[in-house]
């Protein structure tokens, strides 16, 4: 019985076409939007975070200006954060801009910094040619430079660097090695800079004290008890001075970026769900629709022994395969606009099969729900009143 509902489902489906395309339509734009919107945003949110994570999801960023009294962090206080229980290693950065020049070629204001081993070694991916800086290059306070990828193509163009001498600030440095190229939307591009050892840049740039400092974690799940032995040093440095420091959790940022990521993504779904209701309503008012003009036809199968769920169940599935059928031509539309936007914007392009679940998922519900109320009225319609038109 559920077979033959099923084939006169379809053959009433196929029968109609153009009402059936009208019926599936609102569907179709309500889970096109779905995929489309939540992939979109999906894409971003990837991309974005890559670009977030580079900076290092197990870091603590330290910004101390101090005091009148005490200016920035001493050589001792990088010790005793450094000798906290939770730190792998600590990278001060000591910044400034100058000149700098090679074979009569001049680069003005370039950002020159100053950092240690630790900073290399976090990362990898830094160096693409050349060697990093080590612990002797601090030690001795080498004059050594790693230099950004646009600086090479500047003053270096066809010539390979390593080895040359390149002046900063009016003082020879070697250069030991390139940094790779980063993306020109990275928030941590190093692209325009030079690199020095920082104690090196302690001298050369003027600089009396230490007031930025990236702590690396062992662990993140105990960054906040880091945090607080990290605040008892740097009390004790600033003598209990309110304003002396700023600390910044970078895994606390990109943990707050993603719910907001999700929260946004959840938004946009609601408002595209909204389409499948209106096109769940479009649906119900077609069958309605559809009741009317077949009441002959339900008046002479029940004349013939249909019994009321037989009807219920014909139209039921009929409006099921409106939704689905639809949920599936929105499926591959929206993906198409996905893939579109992705491409556009420069990011990745990937669909979740949660997202596919929930799209077609919920266009089934929808025929379901906005059928019953048609079907049941088919069900229940009186064979007698429904003949007296033949």
């Known amino acids: ?39 979109i945003v999906q894409g971003a949110s990837n991309s974005i975070s890559n ?57 003005e204001d370039t950002t020159v910094q100053g950092k240690n081993e630790v900073f290399f070694k976090t990362d990898a991916s830094l160096l693409k040619s050349g060697r990093a800086i080590t612990i002797l290059d601090l030690e001795n306070k080498n004059q050594v430079a790693v230099i950004g990828s646009n ?65 690396f974690l062992v662990d993140t799940q105990a960054a906040d008890a880091t945090v607080t032995d990290i605040k008892g040093v740097l009390n004790q440095a600033f003598n209990y001075k309110d304003n002396a420091y700023n600390i910044f959790n970078m895994g606390e940022m990109i943990a707050s970026f993603q719910s907001m990521m999700s929260m946004m993504s959840l938004l946009l779904a609601g408002i595209a769900a909204i389409s499948l209701v209106v096109g769940g309503i479009g649906i119900m008012n077609m069958m309605l629709v559809s009741i009317t003009e077949r009441t002959t036809e339900i008046g002479l199968r029940k004349a013939l022994g249909a019994t009321p769920n037989t009807i219920q169940v014909q139209f039921i599935v009929e409006a099921i395969f409106l939704s689905v059928f639809g949920g599936l031509i929105g499926l591959i539309l929206g993906s198409l606009v996905a893939y579109l936007a992705t491409k556009l914007i420069g990011v990745g392009f990937s669909i979740s099969p949660s997202t596919i679940a929930l799209a077609v998922g919920f266009s089934a519900l929808v025929g379901i729900v906005f059928g019953y109320l048609p079907a049941r009225k088919a069900s229940r319609l009186n064979p007698i009143d429904a003949l007296r038109s033949l």
Do not use: C
């Open 1 to 39: 019985m559920l077979l033959e509902s099923i084939k006169m489902s379809w053959s009433n489906i196929v029968n109609n076409k153009l009402r059936s395309f009208l019926t599936m339509l609102g569907i179709v734009i309500g889970v096109a939007s779905i995929i489309a919107l939540i992939t």
């Open 151 to 215: 600086i090479v193509h500047e003053l270096f163009y066809g010539v390979n660097p390593v080895g040359k001498n390149l002046t900063i600030n009016g003082t020879t440095y070697t250069v030991i090695g390139t940094l790779a190229p980063s993306s020109q939307f990275s928030m941590g591009s190093n692209n325009d800079s030079v690199i020095i050892p920082y104690t090196t840049a302690l001298r050369s740039l003027g600089v009396k004290s230490i007031t930025s400092l990236d702590v």
């Open 51 to 107: 670009q977030v994570n580079t900076l290092g999801v197990n870091k603590i960023t330290i910004t101390a200006l101090g005091t009148p009294l005490k200016q920035g962090l001493s050589q001792s206080d990088l010790q005793s954060i450094a000798q906290i229980s939770n730190t792998s290693g600590v990278s001060p950065t000591v910044a400034g801009k100058t000149g700098i020049i090679y074979n009569n070629k001049v680069l």
